[in-house]
């Protein structure tokens, strides 16, 4: 069970329950709204970009069906609160590569690239908000080119899903998988 909201909220659980991060000002519960009923969904730094990009495919059935879960609810809910992570998140919990001390297969490299797109957007680890509010973040600071750079060494880039999403993002489309 969730903590009430209060009117001095300045940090929000995320799912893992630890307390972290900055609350943007519009992420609090409006007086009058009472306890928060829901955990925001962790998602990655780079997960912010590949879920436009997303078609489908992944390294399980089960990581396919977390992230198509994941991308459907901030398709369909914009205003789902999403607390930003640098390493694993909801998705990667699926994923057959997670180990104790994280990724498998990517090691730190998938570290790195969270840190490479939280810096482009300017979030932090642990930073809560709107998934409208991150969303807006990746139209107005990633180009469809930037990728090559933010999402070096990763095998899904030479599919172009994710540029293609991008570019449809900053053409107003949003997440366009029907997940």
Known sequence: MLPPATNDAAHLLCSDGVQRGRIRASTMTPPGDGPLTRRPVDISAH??????GFRGMGY?????????QVVSTLRDEPATQVCVRIGSDTVCRSCPSLGPGGCLRYGMGVVQQDMRVAEVLGVESGDVMPWSD???RVRD???PDDLA????GCPWLEYGVCAQGIADLRAGQGITYGG
């Not at 997960?47 to 436009?52: E, G, Q, R, S």
């Not at 399980?60 to 198509?68: I, P």
């Not at 750079?149 to 070096?152: P, Y």
């Open 141 to 143: 600071r990633v180009a």
């Open 47 to 52: 997960h912010a970009l590949c879920v436009h």
């Open 149 to 152: 750079t933010l999402c070096e």
């Open 134 to 136: 991150l969303q807006q």
């Open 60 to 68: 399980s059935d089960g990581f396919v069906a977390a992230l198509s």
